[in-house]
């Protein structure tokens, strides 16, 4: 079955008492027993929902895994993962990665003697460096937010495996639609579906894809025990999404590319940070392991000053300034003061992520539009 059909059958079936054909949304806490134990298979809604587990279904189809495990956020989902590990175990992490997974690790779990190492995962060398007896998750974010630095899935994991150490890949901003990294080697992949996995700004949900049933099966645990668990709407509306997700990718992938492409060529434009260009540092591991280069596009301006980008992020008009990314509409963003704000300044610079970078998240409009919005907004520079 390929993608863009498993996108829209896989997991999914008719309601059989009605033949609704869009899962219904089951608005219960709970669920009568013929006796004490006896019961369909669904006892609380916090342990089971009927429309989650369509939802989990369908989304272990699309990563090609064994099955899905959905959480109230990506960062729940995140802290399910950390929560497998142990006080005294240590994370070799990508170094240029979101704000929130940054902080989670160091002023959450830190504070439980879970220690986080952050590395450029570009350079193989310097992660088996940090390899010792403790190290127990390799956490890989790719392409990674903002700076769209691109990680060898497939080597980092074949590394992983050689030391006896789980990895995890954080897919959000690719979606299973560019990439699988189950198919690649990893043990764990993992989405904040609020993005791209949603796809229409109106729903938080968090989810992990394993392929190993004692995975699966300690997830679930902590997704009962913890309780972290969405909302049967909310399930609901990623499923509602995910139908046309390679549609909507599909289409910001190739506004996403002509944009960069543009930018490249602003007088006003410096440095642009985009997977698809031959010269990105990036380009080849994204050939290899994505379909499409992405809808995600960050920039520099050649006035490298503060203000100057300050006037280009308040002046845009489709370009919607607001955290987040992969709605169908087009967002702007100013890395250092939102998504990344929980990093300090000097480990965001070591990154080269500066005070003046500009991170877009390109939707499904016409393209000509969105440049026209973006060239108007920088002739204020």
């Known amino acids: 079955m390929k993608f863009g059909t498993k996108a829209i059958h896989a997991g999914i079936e008719p309601d059989p008492s009605t033949g609704a054909i869009m899962t219904p949304i089951y608005q219960t806490s709970t669920y009568t027993q013929e006796a004490p134990g006896k019961h369909k298979g669904y006892e609380y809604a916090r342990t089971q929902n009927p429309t989650r587990s369509v939802l989990e279904r369908n989304l272990a189809a ?8 959905c959480y109230s956020s990506g960062l729940a989902a995140m802290d399910a993962v950390i929560r497998l590990l142990n006080p005294g175990d240590e994370i070799i992490s990508t170094n240029d990665l979101y704000g929130g997974s940054f902080r989670q690790m160091t002023q959450v779990h830190g504070r439980y003697g879970i220690k986080s190492h952050f590395v450029d995962m570009n350079h193989l060398d310097q ?15 790719t392409p990674t937010n ?4 691109l990680v060898d899935i497939a080597a980092v994991c074949q590394l992983a495996a050689k030391n006896g150490i789980l990895t995890c890949v954080d ?11 189950l198919d690649l080697g990893a043990d764990i992949v993992l989405h904040s579906a609020t993005k791209y996995l949603g796809g229409h700004s109106d729903v938080i949900l968090g989810a992990v894809v394993v392929k190993d049933e004692k995975l699966a099966k300690d997830l679930h645990f902590l997704q009962n025990a913890v309780g972290a668990v969405p909302g049967p709407q909310d399930c609901f509306l990623i ?18 590319q002509q944009i960069a492409e543009h930018l490249l060529q602003h007088p006003k434009v410096g440095k642009v940070y985009y997977p698809g260009f031959p ?6 591991i994204a050939k290899k392991q994505m379909r499409l280069f992405g809808g995600m596009v960050s920039f520099e301006l050649k006035q490298d000053q503060f203000d100057k980008a300050i006037s280009v992020l308040s002046n845009t008009h489709l370009f919607s300034l607001a955290e987040s990314l992969g709605g169908v509409e087009s967002l702007i963003g100013h890395p250092a003061s939102m998504t990344h704000a929980s990093i300090p300044k000097a480990e965001r610079l070591k990154v080269g992520l500066t005070d003046t970078l500009i991170r877009l998240s390109v939707g499904v409009e016409d393209v000509s539009d969105l440049i026209e919005d973006l060239d108007q907004a920088l002739q204020t520079v």
Not at 62 to 69: A, M, R, S
Not at 239 to 256: F, Q, S
């Open 279 to 284: 010269d990105h540092r990036g380009h080849e």
């Open 127 to 141: 992660i088996e460096a940090l390899i010792n007896a403790n190290t127990r998750l390799i956490w890989i974010e």
């Open 62 to 69: 699309l990563e090609n895994g064994l099955e899905g495990i």
């Open 146 to 149: 903002p700076m769209l630095n």
């Open 239 to 256: 499923l509602r999404g995910i139908k046309t997700l390679h549609l909507r990718v599909e289409r910001a992938c190739h506004n996403a």
């Open 171 to 181: 897919n959000t901003f690719a979606s299973p639609y560019l990439q699988t990294p």
